[in-house]
C-alpha cells in the first residue's frame, strides 16, 4: 500500500534526548524544567479521547511552573545533591509527558482508540513517577515562600490521589469499533449508523477529516516496527476508506494543472542515479567491486549471466549485494526536500501487511463496491467525476485496491468516460486506468477489453487537457512493460504519431511523459523505423533548439535509436550532429552522457563525412577534453573514443573510404556502405 505522493510524515515522535537528563547547572537545570512545564501548559487538552488525562497533566505543569519560577527568583545558586537529582528525573517526566500529549493529538484517532488502555496506562505511569519524585523532593531545603511550599503539597496530594481512570464511555466506544473490525475481516457489512457514531465521536466527521486520518495512519505505520501492529494500522486504512466513502461520499476534486511533482520533473544528482539505468536509485546496493547499483538493475544483469561490474568491468568476487544505507538516507531526505514521491521499503511493509490483513482486503472490496456501484447509478457528470476520482486516489494506493477495483468491473466503465466532453473527467478516467496498470493482471485486461486501448491512444492525440495525454502517454509506456504490447502498441502509426506531436508541442511534463514512452518503444527494431519515418530525429532537434538543458531525455531517445536503427537512423542523425555538440557543451551529465554516446555510433557508422562534419564545429576537441575530465565514467569513456576518431581523421588515418558515383557519393568501411546523398 504505496504512501501518497503528497504526504511526508510530520515529526511526532520523540526524540531520544527527550528521555535522557541535561548536563546542566543547577539553575540552568531549573531554567529547563521551567520552560517545559510552561510549554506543556500552553498545550491544548486532547479533545476526542483522554481528555481527562490530558487536563490533569496540563494543569499539575501548570502549577509546577510556579514552583520554578519561585526556584529562579531565590538567590541560591546551587541545590542539595537530592533535590538535584530530582530535578534532573522531573525533567525527563516532563518531556514524556508532553511527547505523549503532543503524539496522541497529531496521531491517528482510530489507531489511539484501538490503544486507549495501553496508552491511558502510560498517562497514569507518568503521573505515578511525578509523584513519587515530589515525595522526596526536600522542599524545606529549597528556601521557598510558604504559599509555594503550600502549593507543591497540593500538587503531591493530587498526584497521590490520582488512582488508574477508565472512562467506560470510552472503554465502550473501542470495544464497539474492535467489534465493528472483526465483523468486516468475516465479511459482514458493518451497520452505516453505528459506523457514524463511532466516527462522530473520533471527530470525522466530513472527507477531510477521513482523508487526513488516512494520512496519520500511514505515518503511524512508518512508526511502528512490529508487524502485528503494522498489520493492525493496516486494518484501520482500509475501514477509514470504507467509512469516508459510505459515509460522506466521493470527495471533490482539487482541481491542479498536472500531476503531482515526480522524478521525470527533477534534475536528479548524479550520485543518486544509478549507474546501469541512470535512473533514481530506490533501494542503492553496493557490490563486490565497491560501486553502488540499484538493486533491481543489478539483480536483472547478474541474473541475466554476467560476472562482472558494469561499471568497471571488473569480475565480481562474489554476488552479494550489500545495503547502502547512508546514501540511501540520502535519497529519502533529497526526496523529502523536493516534495516528490520515494517508495521506501516501509512501503513494501504495507504491501505485504495488506495482503496478509483479512480486514483490510475486505474493507478495500466493500469500498470498490460501493464505489462502482455509485458509478452505474450515477445521473449527473459532476457525481460521476468524484466517484472516478475516488477510484482514482484509492488505485494509487495499493495492489489489493488495483486488483480489485478491476474484478469489480470498473475498467470498462472508465472507459466509457475517455471521451468525456468534461475535461476533469477524462483526465480522472484515463489516470485511474494508468494508477490500474501498475498491476500486471491489470495490463492484460485493459489491453483485452473492447475499446480500451483506443480510447487511450484517442485521449493522447486529442485529449481535453495536456495532463490528460500526458497521462495517456503514461498509460502506453505502463502498457509497453510486456514486451508482447510494446511490439503492438509500436506497430500502431497513431501511438507513434501521438508521443511525437505530444513530445513535440507538449509542456515540459508532458513532453517527458511522451519521451519516456517512445524509448521504452524505440527498444523494439521495427518500432525504430517508424519512429524515424515519423520524424523522431527532427523531434530531438527541436526540442535540443529549444532547451539544451532539458534535452535529458530526447537525447537518450535519439542514443537507443541511432544504436538500433541502423544505417536509416545514422543517416537520419547526421543532421543533429551540430545540435548534439550543444549538449555536450550545456547539457546535464546524463544529457551530455547519451549525446556523446549518440556521437560515437554516429561516426562509427557513418564514415568520414560524419566525424568531418564533427570535428567543424568550433572549440569541440575542448570541449571533449573538458568531458574526459569532468564527465560520468561512462561519458568518459564515450568521450575518449570521439577524441581517437578526430585524431585519427585529423591524420588521415581512418580506414573509411569515400567514393563518389554520379548521383551520390558512399562512404564505405571493411563491413558498412552507406549512402549518403
Same mark, same amino acid.
Given at each position: 500500500?504505496?504512501i501518497?505522493?503528497?504526504?511526508?510524515?510530520?515529526k511526532?515522535r520523540?526524540?531520544?534526548?527527550?528521555?535522557?537528563s541535561?548536563?546542566?547547572?543547577?539553575?540552568? &537545570?531549573?531554567?529547563?524544567?521551567?520552560l517545559? !512545564?510552561?510549554?506543556?501548559?500552553?498545550?491544548?487538552?486532547l479533545?476526542?479521547l483522554?481528555?481527562?488525562?490530558?487536563?490533569?497533566?496540563?494543569?499539575?505543569?501548570?502549577?509546577?511552573?510556579?514552583?520554578?519560577?519561585?526556584?529562579?527568583?531565590?538567590?541560591v545558586?546551587?541545590?542539595?545533591?537530592?533535590?538535584?537529582?530530582?530535578?534532573?528525573?522531573?525533567? +525527563?517526566?516532563?518531556q514524556?509527558?508532553?511527547?505523549?500529549?503532543? /503524539?496522541c493529538s497529531?496521531? !491517528?484517532?482510530?489507531?489511539?482508540?484501538?490503544?486507549h488502555?495501553?496508552?491511558?496506562?502510560?498517562?497514569?505511569?507518568?503521573?505515578?513517577?511525578?509523584?513519587?519524585?515530589?515525595?522526596i523532593?526536600?522542599?524545606?531545603?529549597?528556601?521557598?515562600a510558604e504559599?509555594?511550599?503550600?502549593?507543591?503539597?497540593?500538587?503531591?496530594?493530587q498526584?497521590?490521589?490520582?488512582?488508574?481512570?477508565?472512562?467506560?464511555?470510552?472503554?465502550?466506544?473501542?470495544?464497539?469499533f474492535l467489534?465493528?473490525?472483526?465483523?468486516?475481516?468475516?465479511?459482514?457489512?458493518p451497520?452505516?449508523?453505528?459506523l457514524a457514531?463511532i466516527?462522530k465521536?473520533?471527530g470525522?466527521?466530513?472527507?477531510?477529516?477521513?482523508?487526513?486520518?488516512?494520512?496519520?495512519?500511514e505515518?503511524?505505520?512508518?512508526n511502528?516496527?512490529?508487524?502485528?501492529?503494522?498489520?493492525?494500522i493496516?486494518a484501520? +486504512?482500509?475501514?477509514?476508506?470504507?467509512?469516508?466513502?459510505?459515509?460522506?461520499?466521493?470527495?471533490?476534486?482539487?482541481?491542479?494543472?498536472?500531476r503531482q511533482?515526480?522524478m521525470?520533473?527533477?534534475?536528479?544528482?548524479?550520485?543518486?542515479?544509478?549507474p546501469?539505468t541512470?535512473?533514481?536509485?530506490?533501494?542503492?546496493?553496493?557490490?563486490?567491486?565497491?560501486?553502488?547499483?540499484?538493486?533491481?538493475?543489478?539483480?536483472?544483469?547478474?541474473?541475466?549471466?554476467?560476472?562482472?561490474?558494469?561499471?568497471?568491468?571488473?569480475?565480481?568476487?562474489?554476488?552479494?549485494?550489500?545495503?547502502?544505507?547512508a546514501?540511501?538516507n540520502?535519497?529519502?531526505?533529497?526526496?523529502?526536500?523536493?516534495?516528490?514521491p520515494f517508495?521506501?521499503?516501509e512501503?513494501? /511493509?504495507?504491501?505485504?501487511?495488506?495482503?496478509?490483513?483479512?480486514t483490510?482486503f475486505?474493507?478495500?472490496?466493500m469500498?470498490?463496491?460501493?464505489?462502482?456501484n455509485? %458509478?452505474?447509478d *450515477?445521473?449527473?457528470?459532476?457525481?460521476?467525476?468524484?466517484?472516478?476520482h475516488?477510484?482514482?486516489?484509492?488505485?494509487k494506493?495499493? *495492489?489489493?485496491s488495483?486488483a480489485?477495483?478491476? $474484478?469489480?468491473?470498473?475498467?470498462p466503465?472508465?472507459v466509457?468516460f475517455?471521451?468525456s466532453?468534461?475535461?476533469?473527467?477524462?483526465?480522472?478516467?484515463v489516470?485511474?486506468?494508468?494508477?490500474? *496498470?501498475?498491476?500486471?493482471?491489470?495490463?492484460?485486461?485493459i489491453?483485452?477489453?473492447?475499446?480500451?486501448?483506443?480510447?487511450?491512444i484517442?485521449? %493522447?492525440?486529442?485529449?481535453?487537457?495536456? $495532463?490528460a495525454?500526458?497521462?495517456?502517454?503514461?498509460?502506453?509506456?505502463?502498457?509497453?512493460g510486456?514486451?508482447?504490447?510494446?511490439?503492438?502498441?509500436?506497430k500502431?502509426?497513431r501511438?507513434?504519431?501521438g508521443?511525437?506531436?505530444?513530445?513535440?508541442?507538449?509542456?515540459?511534463?508532458?513532453r517527458?511523459?511522451?519521451?519516456?514512452?517512445? &524509448?521504452?518503444?524505440?527498444?523494439?527494431?521495427?518500432?525504430?523505423?517508424?519512429?524515424?519515418?515519423?520524424?523522431?530525429?527532427?523531434?530531438?532537434?527541436e526540442i535540443?533548439?529549444g532547451s539544451?538543458?532539458?534535452? $535529458?531525455?530526447?537525447?537518450?531517445?535519439?542514443?537507443v535509436?541511432?544504436?538500433?536503427?541502423?544505417l536509416?537512423?545514422?543517416?537520419?542523425?547526421?543532421?543533429?550532429i551540430?545540435?548534439?555538440?550543444?549538449?555536450?557543451?550545456?547539457?546535464?551529465?546524463r544529457?551530455?552522457?547519451?549525446?556523446?554516446?549518440?556521437?560515437?555510433?554516429?561516426?562509427?557508422?557513418?564514415?568520414?563525412?560524419?566525424v568531418?562534419?564533427?570535428?567543424?564545429?568550433?572549440? +569541440?576537441?575542448?570541449? +571533449?577534453?573538458?568531458?574526459?575530465?569532468?564527465?560520468?565514467?561512462?561519458?568518459?569513456?564515450k568521450?575518449?573514443?570521439?577524441?581517437?576518431?578526430?585524431?585519427?581523421?585529423?591524420?588521415?588515418?581512418?580506414?573509411?573510404?569515400?567514393?563518389?558515383?554520379? /548521383?551520390?557519393?558512399?562512404?564505405t568501411?571493411p563491413?558498412?556502405?552507406?549512402?549518403?546523398?
Amino acid at each position: 500500500m504505496a504512501i501518497s505522493p503528497q504526504n511526508f510524515p510530520r515529526k511526532r515522535r520523540p526524540s531520544a534526548g527527550s528521555f535522557i537528563s541535561p548536563t546542566l547547572s543547577d539553575r540552568r &537545570l531549573v531554567q529547563s524544567l521551567l520552560l517545559v !512545564s510552561q510549554e506543556i501548559s500552553s498545550l491544548m487538552p486532547l479533545q476526542f479521547l483522554l481528555k481527562r488525562y490530558s487536563v490533569s497533566i496540563i494543569r499539575k505543569s501548570n502549577l509546577l511552573a510556579f514552583l520554578f519560577e519561585e526556584l529562579l527568583r531565590n538567590p541560591v545558586s546551587c541545590f542539595a545533591p537530592t533535590a538535584v537529582l530530582c530535578f534532573e528525573e522531573m525533567y +525527563i517526566v516532563l518531556q514524556r509527558m508532553k511527547a505523549s500529549i503532543e /503524539d496522541c493529538s497529531n496521531g !491517528s484517532r482510530t489507531w489511539l482508540l484501538t490503544q486507549h488502555e495501553s496508552v491511558s496506562n502510560g498517562f497514569h505511569e507518568l503521573t505515578v513517577d511525578l509523584s513519587t519524585l515530589l515525595d522526596i523532593i526536600p522542599v524545606k531545603g529549597l528556601d521557598l515562600a510558604e504559599d509555594i511550599e503550600e502549593l507543591v503539597l497540593l500538587i503531591r496530594k493530587q498526584c497521590s490521589e490520582t488512582a488508574a481512570y477508565v472512562d467506560h464511555t470510552e472503554d465502550c466506544l473501542r470495544r464497539n469499533f474492535l467489534k465493528m473490525l472483526d465483523e468486516i475481516k468475516r465479511e459482514i457489512v458493518p451497520d452505516h449508523g453505528k459506523l457514524a457514531e463511532i466516527f462522530k465521536k473520533l471527530g470525522l466527521q466530513d472527507t477531510t477529516g477521513c482523508s487526513d486520518e488516512v494520512k496519520s495512519l500511514e505515518e503511524e505505520f512508518q512508526n511502528q516496527t512490529d508487524d502485528k501492529s503494522k498489520s493492525e494500522i493496516t486494518a484501520l +486504512i482500509g475501514l477509514v476508506r470504507y467509512a469516508k466513502c459510505v459515509l460522506f461520499g466521493a470527495s471533490t476534486p482539487k482541481s491542479h494543472g498536472r500531476r503531482q511533482k515526480s522524478m521525470t520533473d527533477m534534475v536528479i544528482p548524479a550520485d543518486f542515479r544509478c549507474p546501469i539505468t541512470l535512473d533514481l536509485m530506490r533501494d542503492p546496493v553496493v557490490v563486490a567491486t565497491g560501486q553502488t547499483y540499484d538493486r533491481k538493475s543489478i539483480t536483472r544483469w547478474i541474473e541475466s549471466g554476467h560476472s562482472t561490474c558494469p561499471k568497471t568491468g571488473q569480475t565480481l568476487a562474489h554476488t552479494n549485494l550489500i545495503q547502502n544505507r547512508a546514501l540511501r538516507n540520502l535519497i529519502i531526505l533529497w526526496c523529502r526536500e523536493q516534495e516528490i514521491p520515494f517508495q521506501t521499503t516501509e512501503v513494501n /511493509d504495507k504491501v505485504k501487511a495488506s495482503t496478509q490483513n483479512k480486514t483490510f482486503f475486505g474493507a478495500t472490496k466493500m469500498t470498490v463496491s460501493f464505489l462502482v456501484n455509485k %458509478l452505474t447509478d *450515477s445521473e449527473s457528470v459532476e457525481a460521476t467525476n468524484r466517484v472516478v476520482h475516488e477510484l482514482r486516489v484509492l488505485a494509487k494506493t495499493d *495492489s489489493e485496491s488495483r486488483a480489485c477495483i478491476a $474484478e469489480a468491473g470498473a475498467i470498462p466503465l472508465l472507459v466509457r468516460f475517455l471521451g468525456s466532453d468534461h475535461p476533469n473527467l477524462q483526465v480522472n478516467a484515463v489516470t485511474t486506468l494508468l494508477n490500474l *496498470s501498475i498491476l500486471e493482471a491489470n495490463k492484460i485486461r485493459i489491453m483485452e477489453i473492447d475499446g480500451a486501448l483506443n480510447g487511450i491512444i484517442e485521449v %493522447l492525440r486529442s485529449g481535453a487537457t495536456w $495532463e490528460a495525454k500526458g497521462n495517456a502517454a503514461a498509460t502506453i509506456f505502463s502498457l509497453a512493460g510486456v514486451q508482447s504490447y510494446r511490439k503492438r502498441l509500436g506497430k500502431k502509426t497513431r501511438v507513434v504519431k501521438g508521443l511525437l506531436d505530444l513530445a513535440t508541442a507538449g509542456p515540459a511534463s508532458s513532453r517527458r511523459d511522451a519521451l519516456v514512452a517512445i &524509448l521504452s518503444l524505440a527498444s523494439e527494431r521495427d518500432t525504430v523505423a517508424r519512429l524515424i519515418e515519423g520524424g523522431v530525429v527532427e523531434m530531438v532537434i527541436e526540442i535540443i533548439a529549444g532547451s539544451p538543458e532539458e534535452a $535529458e531525455e530526447a537525447v537518450t531517445v535519439l542514443e537507443v535509436v541511432v544504436r538500433r536503427g541502423g544505417l536509416v537512423a545514422v543517416a537520419a542523425a547526421y543532421h543533429a550532429i551540430k545540435k548534439l555538440s550543444v549538449v555536450l557543451r550545456s547539457g546535464s551529465d546524463r544529457a551530455r552522457e547519451s549525446a556523446a554516446a549518440t556521437l560515437v555510433s554516429i561516426c562509427r557508422k557513418g564514415g568520414t563525412e560524419t566525424v568531418a562534419e564533427l570535428a567543424a564545429v568550433p572549440g +569541440i576537441e575542448r570541449v +571533449i577534453w573538458e568531458l574526459m575530465g569532468t564527465g560520468t565514467e561512462r561519458c568518459r569513456r564515450k568521450a575518449a573514443s570521439l577524441l581517437r576518431m578526430l585524431r585519427r581523421w585529423a591524420a588521415g588515418l581512418d580506414e573509411n573510404v569515400t567514393t563518389t558515383t554520379a /548521383d551520390s557519393t558512399i562512404v564505405t568501411t571493411p563491413s558498412r556502405p552507406m549512402l549518403l546523398s
